[in-house]
């Protein structure tokens, strides 16, 4: 990690640290600065061909996933050419604090961290297009995903995707009701505060449930929406 780089992204988003405070995270689990003036910052992971981008006159690739802070600059990439018309706008939630509150005892419930034998099972029941690309499960799993399981194996999982948002949230739904997913949340936040990351995930827009579990744990909603866009050549 560049130092100086790191202390250059720290001022650009000290003007609104919390609108801007995922841009160091998703620097600090492997991104590189693309673009950074005095109107936009853009960091990519060039391997997963995503991006995050804040402000305005983004210099973006048409090749990449986007994670966008404004629709206006949204609207002007679709103007260019740039961006495709698969947007799909997200509330970002984040933690606010810096502990977590203790674990609630759930009945026949033992939370434990994944290992590579249990990849199957995630893939067998989180259904996203993501995570059927080869070695995705498997990178998810090494970087700390958490399961619930009771006498009969595993029944619930939590992880993080590949730009660092909480997400892979599942649990059968022979367990749900019970506080599991609450639960698994909350060992995912104590898992990236252990590492000085921020704890956050994007909720779809009209996502009225999830929202809902995000205050339950403790999760702040910001009031602006950001954008999932992909680029035309995506």
């Known amino acids: ?10 001022e650009w988003i000290s003007r609104d640290p919390i609108h801007y405070r995922h841009m160091l995270d998703f620097y600090d689990t492997g991104g590189k600065i693309r673009q950074m003036d005095e109107n936009g910052l853009l960091i990519v992971k060039e391997e997963e061909r995503l991006a995050y981008g804040a402000g305005t006159g983004l210099r973006a690739d ?37 502990a977590v509150s203790e674990r609630k005892e759930i009945p026949g419930i033992r939370f434990r961290r994944l290992t590579m034998a249990d990849s199957d099972f995630v893939r067998n029941y989180y259904d996203s297009p993501a995570a059927s690309q080869p070695g995705v499960i498997e990178k998810c ?14 029944c619930g999982f939590i992880g993080q995707h590949r730009e660092g948002t909480i997400g892979f949230l599942f649990v059968l739904p022979s367990h ?22 921020f704890p956050y995930a994007h909720v ?22 950001y954008y999932w866009a992909a680029g035309k050549d995506f």
Request: aromatic share 6%.
């Open 204 to 225: 779809l827009e009209h996502n009225e449930v999830s929202l809902e579990l995000q205050k339950k744990i403790g999760m702040e909603i910001y009031p602006e929406l």
């Open 176 to 197: 749900r009701r019970r506080g599991i997913a609450q639960e698994l949340e909350q060992e995912m936040i104590r898992h990236q505060l252990k590492l000085m990351r």
């Open 141 to 154: 799993i090494s970087d700390g995903m958490v399961g619930a399981e009771d006498e009969h194996g595993l």
């Open 1 to 10: 990690m560049n130092e100086t780089e790191r202390r250059s992204i720290i």
């Open 62 to 98: 048409p090749r990449w996933l986007y994670l966008i802070d404004s629709r206006d600059e949204v609207d002007r990439l679709l103007d260019a050419g740039i961006l495709s018309d698969d947007i799909n706008p997200v509330w970002m939630v984040y933690y606010p604090s810096v």
